[in-house]
């Protein structure tokens, strides 16, 4: 009986914590903006490895409008525009910052075209390793996205677009991908960014990704197993 308590209890936690590293992912506070309007954003990155984060890169599709980049205490914002017509955002720790720091304050003039846009994002820890949000919605890195106004029609342009590029803007890069972590400013210059296929749900403070469709099953799979095996052995006493 014991054996079978705790095999119920690993499955019922496993269930819990399943959705919850599904959302563990670079996102905004807002997901919907209405088209042409001003935000005051949040940009979350998490923190998912015994580091802290050194430097965060937000490529910024170039129809939307920087108007601020407010740093966190002991971090620095810079804003380099591309050959391309996008803004990168470059959020540094300082020797002072916290590396703990997951949230960075951004506001945003949206643009009068609606649909979803992409802002790919590269979080690099002190250590130098680097976590690309830069994909799909589905994909284990997706980049943050928002949707502006009603439409859910991606935004076509480069699906392979990072926040890496020159400091000035004097012509597009002829490297022929991303430098290392310790100068992630010296690669590629990026088209602006989008969805490719899905968009968003409305509005919400958090992503609404789901988990593993296969994990799920696996869950389901073992507390079946584990009731089965509890059922058996009530009805052999």
């Known amino acids: 009986m014991r054996a079978t308590a705790t095999t119920l209890l690993l499955t019922a936690l496993l269930l819990v914590l399943l959705p919850t590293a599904a959302l563990a992912h670079a996102s905004f506070d807002l997901r919907q903006v209405p088209a042409g309007s001003t935000q005051e954003l949040v940009l979350r990155v998490p ?113 392979d677009a990072t926040p890496h590029t020159p400091l000035a803007s004097t012509g597009p890069s002829t490297d022929a991908g991303p430098t290392p972590a310790s100068s992630p400013s010296a690669a590629t210059t990026p088209s602006p960014a989008a969805t490719e296929d899905a968009a968003p749900p409305a509005a919400s403070d958090e992503s609404s990704s789901g988990p593993s469709p296969v994990l799920v099953v696996v869950g389901i799979a073992l507390a079946a197993v584990a009731i089965a095996g509890a059922v058996a052995r009530f009805r052999s006493l």
Do not use: H, K, M
Request: net charge negative; with cysteine; charged share 25%.
């Open 47 to 159: 923190l998912e490895r015994d580091a802290v984060n050194d430097l965060v890169e937000v490529l910024v599709p170039g129809r939307f409008t920087v108007e601020d980049c407010a740093a966190a205490e002991g971090w620095t914002c810079d804003r380099d525009e591309t050959a391309d017509g996008d803004t990168v955002l470059t959020l540094r720790r300082g020797p002072d910052g916290a590396g703990d720091t997951e949230r960075f304050a951004v506001s945003l003039t949206a643009p009068t075209a609606e649909g979803v846009y992409a802002f790919p994002t590269i979080q690099t820890y002190d250590d130098g390793v680097e976590a690309s949000w830069i994909g799909a919605p589905d994909s284990d890195q997706p980049a943050p996205r928002i949707q502006v106004g009603d439409s859910t029609a991606p935004v076509e342009s480069n699906e």
